[in-house]
């Protein structure tokens, strides 16, 4: 039995979701050690073969963002840089750091939920994952759990504003 496009891209949703549900949980990680809540995931053959959350402050890193942590695991899993047929969930668009990664990993689709308009390089603010003049573009498919993942971003940095402010009185007392 063969599926239509439409029974295809409704699989495909169903997927999507499913795996971004799971960056989700790992973007909440984040936010439980006052990282900001990021989380992605390298899927391959419908199986989770990488993972992470951001943990630039925890580990004094800058490249430890989510999608360098759960690219690094997913090149262990295969034995290989290139990660070939692999898509990458994401709860937020990758800055330029992750756009190059994921062009120089060969991956092959794209999930993310948020746009990042300050530093978003997958469409946003730039497209280093479809820049023709590279040797490898990614596909990409945005606004998979947009509400609950901006949310997400939105509470935590609304919080951390308003420590900041507590902590600047406290400094004037």
Not at 85 to 103: H, I, K
């Amino acid at each position: 039995m063969s599926l239509t496009k439409e029974q295809i891209k409704t699989e495909q949703d169903r997927l999507d979701a499913n795996f971004m549900k799971h960056a989700y949980q790992l973007a909440q990680q984040a936010e439980s050690h006052n990282e900001i809540p990021v989380g992605a995931v390298v899927v391959a053959d419908g199986k989770v073969i990488g993972e992470g959350f951001n943990q630039s402050i925890m580990l004094n890193d800058p490249s430890a963002h989510a999608e360098v942590i759960a690219v690094r695991q997913a090149g262990k899993y295969l034995q290989n840089y290139r990660l070939l047929d692999c898509t990458l969930y994401v709860t937020l668009e990758p800055c330029p750091m992750c756009a190059g990664l994921l062009v120089h990993g060969r991956i092959k689709r794209l999930v993310y939920a948020t746009n990042d308009r300050k530093t978003g390089a997958a469409g946003s603010l730039l497209d280093l994952v479809n820049h023709q003049g590279l040797n490898h573009q990614v596909e990409v498919n945005k606004g998979v759990m947009v509400a609950e993942c901006s949310a997400l971003l939105s509470a935590f940095f609304k919080r951390r504003r308003a420590e900041r402010k507590t902590e600047k009185k406290q400094r004037e007392i």
